[in-house]
């Protein structure tokens, strides 16, 4: 089964790259897609036609790492997202030097009828599309990726400034390769905010680490979780992250999306993604009925290593929220109403949860097999936690208990 993207992107722009499990990167809104080789000593590499390729996100943000397997270590693709700009790099980590080579050209069912490369800027079908650190060392066109991968492969990229490729039927791409020394990078940036100017910016780029620990902040807005599983926490964070790049501005949303957006508190986004809903879609989006048994556990089944779903993160993200805190009969909330495996004996926190009957809080401890909960939530919410004692119930606005999963005092 194909994995699904990684969406990355940054908070407040429309535009969104998706990044596919060998680091292709392409977006909803252009028929061009950005490949990437690398020839090493020994010979070229395609990652989409190589085994030793890993994909993971770093520290859970939409920050995507694609490793692919040289001689001595990795050459490794990062894509990030700093401000108004996709940043893509590519570093050696490797005891040698090798080329990298920046493809572009259609993506499926694209088409690119114009490239040219003015004063190191990429202009695809007249639009400023990649910015490169400078001028190519060697390039090549052609009009699919194959025959460019064949020119390469066999020497016969050239040297000298980029000649325009135009083709009227949509098929024009061009190769563009760069050294990178051991243990050096090269960095490309993508606009995410199409722009007909040619810009070149002098401005430093921030290291994908600080961008992926800019993200914590950014889920620490809504609804604050803590998990007991590291697993778990790592697939809620990239679900989370992946959902508010979704709802950037003027993004139709679907039901559930809006749904999971109110669930977990961002409720900027969640305001603007129903304002885009039709009436009947409003209705689906106020659903909220008991959560299938074993439901929870199939969708975080279904999401990928790197935390993405083929019908995006909502669905996970309303089942999850559903076993945190629920609204059952009016004035009641339900919170942990089942308990995954890998949560015995762990703690958990969940902080400003909203719910109709009010904003709930609470944590667990454990004292061996008893769970302790401790909670504050709006005066006359009456608080239920089945999956951890059925018997137990209270209307207290806070307080503790020890709690026993056979309902005994």
Known sequence: MTTAPIVVGAL?????????????????????????????????????????????????????????????????????????????????????PFVVAFDVGPGPGGAVRSIEVEDAVVVVDGLAAIELPRAPLRWTAGPDAGTRWEAVVEGGAETGPVRPAVDRAGGAGVALLFPVAHRASVTATVPLEPTRRVERTSRSLPDPDAIARGWRSQLDVGLRVELPDPAWQELLDAARATLLLLAGPGRRLTPEAVAALEDWGHDREALAGWARL?????????????????????????????????????????????????????????????????????????????????????????????????????????????????????????????????GEA
């Open 12 to 96: 407040g722009r429309s535009r969104t790259a998706r990044i596919d499990a060998v680091g292709a990167i392409s977006f909803d809104d252009a028929g061009w897609v950005l490949r990437w080789w690398v020839g090493a000593d020994d010979r070229w590499r395609d990652p989409a036609a190589e085994a030793a390729v890993r994909q993971r996100r770093v520290r859970a943000a939409p920050v995507a790492e694609t490793r692919l397997r040289v001689p001595g270590g990795d050459a490794v693709q990062v894509v990030s997202s700093a401000g108004e700009r996709l940043v893509v790099e590519v570093r050696n980590e490797s005891p040698a």
């Open 278 to 406: 039709g009436w009947r879609e409003r209705r689906r989006a106020r659903r909220r009925g008991a959560l299938r048994s074993g439901e929870l556990e199939r969708l975080r089944r279904a999401a990928s290593p790197v935390g993405t779903w083929p019908k995006g993160p909502a669905p996970f993200l309303v089942a999850l929220r559903a076993v945190l805190a629920r609204d059952a009969v009016p004035g009641s909330v339900e919170v942990l109403g089942e308990l995954p495996r890998e949560w015995l004996g762990g703690p958990l926190s969940v902080r400003h949860a909203p719910t109709r009957a009010g904003v709930v809080s609470y944590t667990v401890r454990w004292h061996g097999a008893r769970p302790a909960l401790l909670w504050e939530c709006d005066p006359g919410v009456e608080l239920r936690a089945p999956g951890l004692d059925r018997s137990w119930s209270t209307r207290e606005p806070r307080g503790e208990a020890l709690l026993s999963p056979s």
